[in-house]
């Protein structure tokens, strides 16, 4: 089992920057990737960046040059700063991490980006 926590989420206006967190517990050693996904009201839940066990980055391309994943040295917690937002990036922002058999969520922090 591997739990959860995201956090860092809130309201900023277009063009501001937030830094997500999300501290993984549990069986962490399990973890081959952990990423953010992202849930707009109406729409599908969406990727917007991974990071795998050996530190290789994937983005959306939707954010690339605007969002950077990382994680610590010991691959907790996995961070997302957000730059350069734009209203469109307004949603739900829910931390992922998938181990060989499973994957499991976090319970997801707002985003708003609004003036």
């Known amino acids: 089992q591997v739990q959860l926590v995201e956090s860092g989420g809130g309201l900023v206006q277009p063009g501001g920057s937030l830094r997500l967190s999300c501290a993984a517990s549990g069986n962490i050693f399990s973890i081959l990737a952990m990423g953010w996904y992202r849930q707009a009201p109406g729409k599908q839940r969406e990727l917007v960046a991974i990071i795998t066990s050996g530190g290789i980055p994937r983005y959306a391309d939707s954010v690339k040059g605007r969002f950077t994943i990382s994680r610590d040295n010991a691959k907790n917690p996995v961070y997302l700063q957000m730059n350069s937002l734009k209203p469109e990036d307004t949603a739900v922002y829910y931390c992922?991490?998938?181990?060989?058999?499973?994957?499991?969520w976090g319970q997801g922090t707002q985003v708003t980006v609004s003036s």
């Open positions: 992922k991490a998938q181990t060989g058999q499973f994957a499991y």
